[in-house]
């Protein structure tokens, strides 16, 4: 327990961002298959996003630990822009709450599900954006739970919805062929095992080491899992296309 403790710590950026860049190759060397398939092709644009904001989003590490750096580190000091809340919190809680909910809309048959789950969304991102600019000091210099959850419910509730719809169709027979399903699942069991992660946030002590790897373990494993589901669902998946 030791040595996987001391090696994902040691190793945890590596480890996440090397299933989130494979991911996205495999989305790039494969476009040409789903060059027809709009839904797939807006999924593989959506991981090479993912990419481009975890990169964006590492400056704060990069300044912090690269002498060359330091002058934009005293430049940045006691500003919002020290730290990258503002930033995830714009692009990747956002961002992904929208990128699900309008994946999900296209793939989906049914006009009412489609109508269901726009309007879930429009109300959930208000909520969000209300609870941005009234927690706006706050949303510049950490996270908000209250917003987190909610992306995670939205998430968890669009991917629902495709299941349901699912069950009831004769597309169950042909599920593992269908990207929508290997993207639906793995959404769905990464938000199952992160929402508890999320709602425990505000009681993160960092000097509890057996919390702090627990944490770093559960979130690894499950990112993992997700990204690792995403590059299965590329290669094995047949393109869907609309009529």
Sequence with gaps: ??????????????LYKSVEILAALTGIFLLRKYKQDLAAKLFIFFLIYVNLIETIGSYPRLIKKNEDLFWIK??????VFYNNFWWYSLTWTIGSSLFYS??????????????????????????????YIFKFNTFMSDSITEI????????????????????????????YRSLSFYIATAAFVFIIIQTPLDFYQNYYNSKDDNFVILNRIVRLF??????????????????????
Excluded at 74 to 79: E, F, G, Q, R
Excluded at 230 to 239: A, D, F, N, Q, R
């Design 222 to 243: 499950s990112i993992m899992f997700m990204y690792l589901m995403y590059t299965i669902g590329l290669i094995v998946s047949k393109p869907e296309i609309e009529k």
């Design 74 to 79: 005293d430049l940045l000091n006691n500003t």
């Design 1 to 14: 327990m030791e040595f996987l403790a001391y090696f994902i710590k040691s190793n945890y950026a590596i």
């Design 102 to 131: 309008i994946y999900f809309s296209k793939v989906l048959k049914s006009k009412r599900l489609k109508l269901i789950v726009k309007r879930v969304t429009s109300v959930l991102i208000l909520i969000q954006i209300v609870l």
């Design 148 to 175: 987190n959850l909610i992306q995670l419910t939205l998430i968890m509730f669009v991917t629902s919805v495709y299941f349901i719809e699912l069950i009831n169709s004769d597309a169950i027979t042909t599920f």
